[in-house]
């Protein structure tokens, strides 16, 4: 794996979309990726090894332009989703209807949103990954 350069302790990303797509170049950014890059390769073997570094971090950054459509720009929740994304299929967004369903429930913060939906697919997880998909 090629680390461009150490993380230096947990801090806080918050990004709107046209500066998520200023720092793809930026070492702070790049840095985060290679955290996730670790993280998912660490947590998620199976899911990520047909991605060679390159690959895995175009699919980390496409990853996250998507959590920022759906209003995630903290390190936090950006973390959070691509870990959901590793779990359940990187278009798990687009792809199981009650993620769907709930990722656009304005009645709760995106935060407060992203944690339930983590609960829930952990709790689905457990019975098996086929207990994903249903409503």
Same mark, same amino acid.
């Not at 570094?53 to 175009?58: N, P, T, V, Y």
């Given at each position: /794996?090629?680390?461009?350069?150490?993380?230096?302790?947990?801090?806080?990303?918050?990004?709107?979309?046209?500066?998520?797509?200023?720092? *793809?170049?930026?070492?702070? $950014? =790049?840095?985060?990726?290679?955290?996730?890059?670790?993280?998912?390769?660490?947590? !998620?073997?199976?899911?990520?090894?047909? !991605?060679? %570094? /390159?690959?895995?971090? =175009?699919? #980390?950054?496409? *990853?996250?332009?998507?959590? $920022? %459509?759906?209003? $995630?720009? &903290?390190?936090?929740?950006?973390?959070? $989703?691509?870990?959901? @994304? @590793? @779990?359940?299929?990187?278009?798990?967004?687009?792809?199981?209807?009650?993620?769907?369903?709930?990722?656009?429930?304005?009645?709760? =913060?995106?935060? =407060?949103?992203?944690?339930? #939906?983590?609960?829930?697919? #952990?709790? /689905?997880?457990?019975?098996?990954?086929?207990?994903? &998909?249903?409503?």
């Amino acid at each position: /794996m090629v680390a461009l350069h150490q993380v230096r302790g947990p801090h806080l990303l918050t990004l709107d979309k046209s500066r998520l797509l200023q720092l *793809t170049r930026n070492a702070d $950014y =790049e840095a985060f990726v290679v955290q996730m890059m670790e993280h998912l390769r660490k947590h !998620f073997p199976r899911k990520v090894a047909d !991605f060679d %570094d /390159m690959g895995l971090a =175009e699919q #980390i950054h496409q *990853t996250l332009l998507r959590a $920022y %459509d759906h209003g $995630y720009t &903290s390190h936090a929740d950006c973390a959070r $989703y691509l870990g959901l @994304a @590793a @779990a359940l299929g990187w278009s798990f967004d687009d792809d199981i209807p009650w993620v769907r369903q709930s990722l656009t429930d304005g009645a709760s =913060e995106p935060t =407060e949103r992203l944690a339930q #939906i983590h609960q829930r697919a #952990i709790r /689905m997880l457990r019975r098996g990954p086929s207990s994903v &998909s249903p409503t």
